[in-house]
């Protein structure tokens, strides 16, 4: 509603200051809007009634005559209503109105001019049954008691909420704190294995290199082995055979020996003799040059064997060194061993 901000407290009405400037020219006003509240809910809300003591002062400026009736005079058992004789704000007299409500309320009441005009004061009183009001002073005093106890049991717990609160706060920082240390800690440990991991992995192959290394050594000096088995065996055969052709060779010169025999002692025979010698002498020749070759091969061979057993010397003494380095990592690295028998 429309609304006459005074700059001097007290003066302000929802009318217009018509006669009030005259009285108090240094007035100054305002026109503005305010929000208006009515009276009835205010009255269930604080449960004023006539039964207990209570007390209602008004300084409305000319609009009691229509805020203020018999029931809302009647809520109160003491009542000061400050209003004028005069209408200095607004065109009615609201004191004339005022003075027939407390009629019709049936309220006697004083009118107490103010030393200073225009304003005066009407107070009107009532009696109260005495032993409501005790009833309900003692309930008041039970329920200030009841509150002051109800407010040390709410200090207390908000003290032991705050403690807690406290003590939760401190909780969780160490929990963060613990959380914290465990994380790091849990990325240490995840460094660490993946290090582990690594370094498992390359012995691993270290592991499987050195086991296919040996394993070819080993393949290797079985075929080695069986090389020089077959070349003692070929050596064996070829001293065999040249035994034998040293035999044919033996027998051959005693042909040629018994056939020069009976060219000396037959000369019928001549011819077929000279054709038997030169027959053997070529058979001889062709021996000769196979025993030469036989020879040639033996010593071939001879040397060849010579350098199959150096070598297959070499291939033991690598061998019985990858042996050794192969059984001190397993003392050093077990795994390697289980590995091994795991595979095997």
């Not at 704000?89 to 001019?113: I, M, Q």
Request: net charge neutral; proline share 3%.
């Amino acid at each position: 509603m429309r609304y006459f901000v005074s700059n001097v407290p007290g003066y302000s009405s929802v009318f217009p200051p018509n006669v009030i400037k005259s009285i108090r020219p240094a007035l100054e006003f305002t026109e503005q809007d305010a929000a208006v509240i009515e009276l009835k809910p205010l009255l269930q809300q604080f449960d004023i009634s006539e039964s207990r003591p209570c007390l209602m002062i008004s300084q409305l400026n000319g609009a009691e005559q229509q805020c203020l009736n018999g029931q809302i005079l009647n809520a109160f058992t003491h009542v000061v209503i400050q209003s004028s004789f005069k209408p200095i704000f607004g065109e009615s007299k609201p004191v004339e109105k005022l003075k027939k409500e407390f009629t019709e309320c049936g309220r006697d009441y004083l009118a107490l001019a103010e030393s200073m005009p225009p304003y005066s004061n009407f107070v009107a009183t009532k009696k109260v049954n005495a032993e409501q009001a005790l009833d309900y002073f003692s309930q008041r005093q039970q329920h200030r008691e009841i509150k002051a106890e109800l407010e040390s049991q709410l200090r207390a717990l908000q003290s032991d909420t705050k403690k807690c609160t406290e003590e939760l706060q401190q909780a969780q920082e160490q929990l963060q704190t613990v959380k914290r240390r465990s994380e790091e800690k849990l990325k240490e440990l995840a460094a660490e294995k993946s290090q582990l991991h690594s370094e498992l992995e390359e012995l691993k192959k270290q592991c499987r290199e050195l086991s296919e290394s040996r394993d070819q050594h080993k393949h290797w000096h079985l075929e080695n082995k069986k090389w020089a088995e077959g070349l003692v065996e070929k050596s064996s055969l070829l001293e065999k055979k040249l035994s034998d052709c040293e035999n044919q060779i033996s027998a051959l010169q005693n042909n040629v020996t018994t056939l020069k025999e009976s060219y000396n002692a037959s000369s019928i025979k001549e011819k077929d003799a000279v054709k038997t010698l030169a027959l053997n002498t070529k058979l001889m020749s062709k021996l000769q040059a196979d025993l030469d070759e036989l020879r040639f091969q033996y010593r071939e061979k001879a040397e060849t064997e010579k350098g199959l057993q150096k070598l297959i010397a070499e291939l033991h003494h690598k061998l019985k060194q990858a042996s050794v380095f192969y059984h001190n990592l397993e003392s050093r690295f077990p795994e390697i061993a289980s590995a091994t028998k795991d595979r095997g």
